[in-house]
């Protein structure tokens, strides 16, 4: 047994892709202090998804003192044991009421939120769940814990998704899952085009709008809102633009509560901690008052993508804060990657199996915490390490 894992991390070494786990000493958001063996690097950091800088406001942390002091700092057990406290329902009414819908359920993780969401919708084998084949691996694994067959199209291609929906046709039930914005190239779905498709094949649709809440649409409330697309469920995360910890489910209230009593990842996780449901909440009170500050974030992450298209770089076109850097295999990705940390800048690499091999990246994340200096520094250490 043992030799087999040596082996397996071996093979992991040799093809460039064992993964090591970074030690934080400290961070602002902004700037990360990283412990390298004995040494401590301070780097400005590309790697965070907290693209309101959130969790770094005053406000926020505030928020998240309060919560402890009134609640404590664990939660103690599930929301259907003693966890359920009335910070969660009134985080939970907040969402619904934001986004729309008429319920929202809090989950620990925005991973538990799709595995409950397909695990209580789609229990049986002839169910059938079709999935765009760069969905998150939550979704993936969500998929695979429930009962019903999974099936892939092609990555945003409506003429795929349609043979899907043509070739399951005789299922009781067909979910079609999807991103708004997706977490590693950061382009955006067709909605509009695929809400169309499932209402023709009488398919439900659930849409993960993790890296589109407080970045895209109007005050921050995603893809969906901005292009008027209701769809059946929508998943979101407290852990990015909310600046803090959990994820989310919304959609009409039958299906909150059968989510609530059929998603074993609910069910069995003890209830978010207060202090992070504390800071969702303030977080949303301040998308309410400073509705623009997704253009804010937007219009800086327009300054460093065209900046890095310019320079040559295979950045493609985009409005999210991802801003992914294609350069190939997981060799040259992990020289960048370790340049840029000398230079100043942490931007691990990305490797199989997050993406395709061929396809290792750079994957950069612009927030409301980095300066213009920041941004300048950057493009002025990408400009000197372009191949020519």
């Known amino acids: 047994m043992r030799q087999s894992l040596r082996e397996e991390l071996a093979s992991l070494t040799t093809a460039q892709r064992l993964r090591t786990r970074p030690v934080i000493d400290s961070t602002n958001g902004r700037v990360v202090v990283l412990r390298d063996g ?180 109007p005050g921050g409330r995603g893809l969906c809102a901005e292009l008027g697309v209701a769809p059946d469920v929508r998943i979101g995360t407290c852990s990015k633009s909310l600046g803090s910890q959990g994820g989310f489910i919304a959609g009409d209230r039958e299906l909150i509560e059968l989510c609530v009593n059929r998603g074993r990842s609910f069910i069995f996780s003890t209830a978010p901690v207060p202090a992070a449901v504390g800071a969702a909440v303030a977080t949303l009170n301040l998308l309410r008052t400073q509705p623009t500050l997704p253009d804010q974030l937007q219009l800086a992450a327009a300054e460093l993508r065209g900046g890095l298209a310019a320079q040559g770089w295979q950045v493609p076109a985009g409005r999210s804060a991802i801003i992914p850097v294609t350069v190939g295999d997981e060799a040259t990705v992990l020289a960048l990657s370790q340049s840029l940390r000398e230079a100043g800048h942490f931007a691990p690499a990305i490797r199989p199996p997050t993406v395709a091999a061929g396809a290792c990246r750079l994957r950069l994340t612009v927030t409301l915490a980095h300066r213009p200096s920041d941004r300048r520094r950057l493009l002025l250490a990408m400009q000197r390490l372009r191949p020519r």
């Open 38 to 217: 004995h040494v401590r690097r301070k780097l400005i950091n590309w790697a965070s998804n907290d693209y309101l800088a959130a969790s770094c406001r005053r406000v926020v942390q505030n928020a998240a003192t309060r919560a402890v002091r009134q609640f404590g700092a664990g939660a103690g057990a599930s929301r259907l044991l003693a966890g359920g406290l009335m910070l969660h329902r009134q985080l939970e009414i907040r969402l619904s009421h934001w986004l729309g819908c008429e319920d929202a359920l809090l989950t620990t993780t925005g991973f538990q939120a799709n595995l409950a969401v397909l695990v209580s919708l789609a229990p049986n084998p002839e169910d059938v769940i079709i999935l765009d084949r760069l969905c998150h691996a939550s979704t993936y694994d969500g998929a695979r814990l429930a009962g019903g067959t999974l099936l892939r199209f092609t990555h945003n291609d409506l003429g795929d998704l349609e043979r899907q929906l043509l070739r399951s046709a005789g299922a009781p039930l067909r979910l079609v899952c999807v991103e708004s914005v997706y977490s590693m190239d950061g382009d955006e779905a067709p909605l509009i085009a695929i809400q169309a498709l499932c209402r023709a094949h009488g398919a439900l649709l659930v849409v993960d709008e993790a890296h589109a809440i407080g970045v895209i649409g």
